[in-house]
């Protein structure tokens, strides 16, 4: 019974360390930077020639890499009510992404049924969200949420 | 009778503040948070942990329900 709750007490213990990890504050603005750059390299890629499949998704990569460094570093005075915010930042960006992930395919599958019975052309696609669209959707709207949020804190 | 239920914390830390001369600024920066951690409270947007509630009664030098009180909600 002891040793179960031991175990218990380190389990919680890993777990609060976990919740409690943050980098420094100095990579934030590296990690937001990277990934600004990396999405103007990846929207522009068409025009500078990068189309090989592989270059795509290491850049596709390396940008949730940087937003996820900065969604993970401290604010320069991480106090509690700036880890509430964080909180609750990651909160509404899950709600947000799990009714993206839901909704978008059956809009697009509405839509395409309806286009193929105008043209009466005979395939019906099932649009399929990619894991990188979800993670990307997911960290954006996260990192937005956090921003806003502090600014609501300002507000007088 | 209130219903204990129905209240919600309010709190006088911008009159605290004022008697103390002191801007959210400051005060923040005294007790070791974020002058938007202050605003909101003032605000009654947020309530602290107790441990912040402490830093500010320590602080002002009154008790924790000098500062923050329980009330009806609007």
Do not use: W
């Amino acid at each position: 019974m002891a040793k179960q709750l031991s175990r218990l007490q380190d389990e919680h213990k890993k777990l609060h360390q976990i919740l409690n990890f943050r980098f420094p504050s100095s990579l934030k603005n590296i990690g937001l930077f990277g990934a600004i750059i990396i999405l103007i390299i990846l929207l522009g890629s068409k025009f500078i020639g990068i189309n090989t499949l592989i270059l795509k998704d290491v850049l596709r990569t390396l940008m949730l890499l940087c937003m996820l460094v900065a969604s993970l570093s401290k604010d320069q005075l991480e106090d509690e009510y700036n880890k509430l915010i964080r909180y609750q930042s990651y909160v509404l960006a899950f709600v947000i992404t799990a009714i993206y992930t839901i909704s978008i395919p059956l809009i697009a599958l509405v839509f395409d049924v309806l286009i193929t019975k105008i043209t009466g052309d005979g395939n019906v696609n099932f649009h399929e969200i990619s894991s990188f669209e979800v993670i990307f959707i997911l960290m954006g709207f996260q990192l937005l949420f956090f921003e806003t949020l502090k600014r609501f804190g300002r507000a007088e | 009778m209130k219903r204990l239920k129905d209240l919600a914390v309010q709190n006088r830390l911008k009159v605290e503040r004022a008697e103390n001369d002191l801007t959210q600024d400051q005060l923040a920066k005294k007790i070791g948070v974020s002058r938007q951690t202050i605003n909101s409270i003032e605000k009654n947007r947020y309530v602290p942990s107790t441990i912040l509630a402490l830093k500010l009664s320590e602080l002002f030098k009154k008790p924790v329900n000098k500062i923050f009180t329980l009330d009806e909600n609007d």
